[in-house]
């Protein structure tokens, strides 16, 4: 079985959010998230172009990832 990807929650972007709502720089956000500052400012410009819309998963090219759990008894996909 593959190891699980990081996949970063949505708490992280609403997070970066309310720290920039507050007075926070780049940098100290980027620290707190854990995040680079170049993907701290992308969030919050495309926050700010697209108010609450810019926070959605937008559709992206390639194959959907595959789950490497077991689908429970009785379940079909998708």
């Given at each position: 079985?593959?190891a ?15 720290f920039?709502?507050?007075g926070?720089?780049?940098?100290e956000?980027?620290d707190l998230?854990l ?9 919050l410009?495309r926050?700010?172009?697209?108010v ?10 390639g194959?959907p ?11 079909t996909?998708?």
């Amino acid at each position: 079985m593959p190891a699980p990807r990081f996949v970063r929650p949505r708490r992280a972007f609403t997070q970066m959010l309310l720290f920039s709502a507050r007075g926070q720089t780049v940098p100290e956000i980027a620290d707190l998230t854990l995040c680079d500052d170049d993907t701290v400012l992308y969030w919050l410009k495309r926050y700010e172009a697209e108010v609450s819309a810019g926070l959605a998963t937008k559709p992206h090219s390639g194959r959907p990832p595959k789950s490497c759990y077991p689908l429970p008894s009785g379940a079909t996909p998708r």
